[in-house]
């Protein structure tokens, strides 16, 4: 270390090196639960902090204790991380099955009566229509929806707006009644 603070390119490259593979081996045989990731997580962490901190080092103490404190900071820091972590995540049993969609974008199975849905978006408004066939049946992005009727992306935006709006309080009524 001592050369490296001194400014010997190679001697901080064996540094890291040797520090990297102690970091390995100590982080292995603490938290033996760690996925090679983690473990790979935690030296990159000790390396950048070694980086960072490599002027705090005084030549006169001991290199491991130093090393050690840094190493311990960062796997502690890991263990808190991946803590918050475990603890906001919800288990799940088995993800519902998702809708299939067929070559015009939708299904009748992800609404339930594909007639009735055809015929309310066939009373939109034309512009509301064609906005809603060129972006949500056809796929198409806004600058090609744009391209293709001429309408500026916002317009397009406004449209399918008021289109999903109206769509969804008919369908909802109908629904209901």
Known sequence: ???????????????????AAIARAVIRNRVRTFQATDVEDVVQDVLMAIHMVRATYDPARPFMPWLMTILQSRLVDRLRKLQRI?????????????????????????YGDAEHLRREIGGLPATQRRAIEMLKLRELSLKEASAESGLSTANLKVLVHRAIKTLRSRLVASHDA
């Open 1 to 19: 270390m001592v050369l490296a603070q001194s400014g010997d390119e190679a001697a901080y490259a064996d540094l890291l090196n040797q520090v």
């Open 86 to 110: 475990a603890s906001n995540e919800t288990a799940v049993d088995a993800l519902p099955e998702l809708p299939h969609f067929g070559q015009d974008g939708w299904s009748a199975e992800a």
